[in-house]
């Protein structure tokens, strides 16, 4: 268990304080003139981003997985790089022609002063896929030679700009809030790529060989994989492209759905506040897949993997009572409109979000672990399987939810989350069952 906790907590960390960004964000838009618009153009845009991004949101788990010496290594290395300078170049394309306003007026909904910022905010983030494909590589190797406080350090020179950019915030109010937030967001994740590629090539002066090390010990060289080659990679990475893009198209298919609900500023904005509140305490579960990557082997005793069980349980129990706090308590109303600062009706609805997003912790590690199993079995394509029965349950429940338009509408996306989680925990759990063949140990 502490073995576990001494590798996981980095990470878990890492992907708090990303997610703390992305709050701090929406505490900067707040100070700006028509917060509400701001917001709700940033919400639009991130989704969008994600979107376009996607392929290479995977990268951390093609590095762990697939990264075994020296030549798989240079092999997974050129292919990162091709993706990322290709994503950069379709990008430009999109952003600077009309399609992006047309998906974004005519497929998502959203119109008006809320489109016009959307729109220029996603022109200033073009390069934004390059920067994560960097890092997210670097990050990967870190993770690989067990050096996950490398990836902690990076993020944690990010939060500091952002939170020192939000603190002047007050002082930046003359420049259009639709170029402060992106451009900061830009510029934060270049710092933190360049901060964790420094360390990793100051730290190990020769990268392939420590990775092949790494490899032996684990184990991973004698498990009878195949020889790297890109086929191999293309395999591997294609259903996890799909999963990403499924992935990421969960917040424009929710903001598509608030869009056409009364007064949609408000709620795409209380979702999306709730939503970055909630996910300080969700976002650590997105990298618990890695636990059962780097600490189980198919031949392990079946206690290693009750071990894996116990520690995903103690994990997602706490998390999920964070959040239970934070949304059944005064907490929580108090974080949104005093620290965040939004007004008093987004805050109010954003904590019912939040009491919705309770139950999504318990949910979030059960998938992550099967993820991690199938991953370490190079068998992504039920992964990506996975997904898509979580996408369809999606929409579906969005379109009920705006159909049956409850009096918070924000609760729609929450609720919708929460259906479409279970639903796909419990095609992978059948999944790793059947196809598997693990005996009941996993």
């Known amino acids: 268990m502490m073995e576990q906790l001494k590798f996981f907590l980095p990470l878990g960390a890492t992907q708090a304080m990303i997610a703390l960004t992305h709050s701090l964000f929406n505490a900067a838009l707040a100070r700006f003139p028509n917060p509400e618009v701001l917001i709700s153009a940033f919400a639009v845009t991130k989704s969008i981003l994600q979107m376009i991004q996607n392929p290479v949101s995977m990268i951390k788990h093609t590095v762990t997985s697939l990264t075994t010496d020296a030549k798989s290594y240079y092999k997974v290395r050129r292919f990162v790089a091709l993706m990322g300078f290709l994503i950069v170049g379709l990008f430009v394309i999109f952003a600077f022609t009309g399609l992006s306003r047309w998906i974004m007026n005519t497929l998502i909904g959203v119109e008006g002063a809320v489109l ?88 190990q002066r020769d990268i392939p060989k420590a990775v092949e090390e790494r490899s032996q010990k684990n184990g991973d060289l004698e498990e009878g994989r195949q020889e790297m080659n890109n086929r191999l990679i293309m395999m591997f990475f294609i259903p996890l492209l799909l999963t990403a893009a499924l992935r990421t198209a969960a917040r424009p298919i929710i903001n598509a759905g608030l869009a056409r609900t009364v007064a949609p500023e408000i709620a795409i904005s209380a979702f999306a506040v709730g939503w970055s509140v909630g996910v300080l305490a969700l976002a650590p579960l997105m990298m618990f897949h890695q636990v059962p990557i780097n600490f189980l082997k198919e031949k392990d005793h079946p206690e290693r993997y009750q071990s894996v069980k116990r520690f995903a349980a103690v994990i997602g129990g706490s998390l999920s009572l964070i959040i239970g706090v934070l949304g059944f308590t005064p907490l929580g109303h108090f974080v949104l409109s005093e620290v965040v600062g939004t007004s008093e009706v987004v805050s ?89 063949g693990m005996s009941g140990v996993a």
Not at 117 to 129: D, G, Q, S
Not at 174 to 189: E, H, K, R, V
């Open 348 to 436: 109010t609805m954003a904590a019912d979000v939040l009491k919705i997003m309770a139950a999504l912790p318990i949910f979030f590690v059960i998938r992550q672990y099967l993820w991690g199993l199938f991953m370490k079995r190079q068998s992504t394509k039920f992964v990506s399987v996975g997904k898509m029965v979580n996408l369809v349950t999606l929409v579906l429940t969005v379109l009920l939810g705006t159909f049956i338009g409850p009096r918070n509408p924000a609760l729609i996306g929450a609720s919708a989350m929460v259906i479409a989680e279970m639903v796909e925990c419990s095609f992978l759990f059948v999944a790793k069952r059947k196809v598997l």
């Open 116 to 203: 016009d910022e959307a729109e220029t905010m996603l022109k200033i983030l073009v390069f934004f896929p390059l920067f994560v494909s960097i890092r997210d590589f670097y990050q990967g190797v870190a993770i690989k030679l067990r050096m996950t406080p490398v990836v902690t350090i990076g993020t944690f020179i990010r939060v500091i700009f952002v939170a020192i950019m939000v603190l002047l915030a007050d002082y930046f109010t003359f420049l259009p809030g639709s170029y402060y937030a992106p451009g900061i967001f830009a510029i934060a994740l270049f710092i933190e790529a360049s901060t964790v590629t420094i360390i990793m090539n100051r730290s």
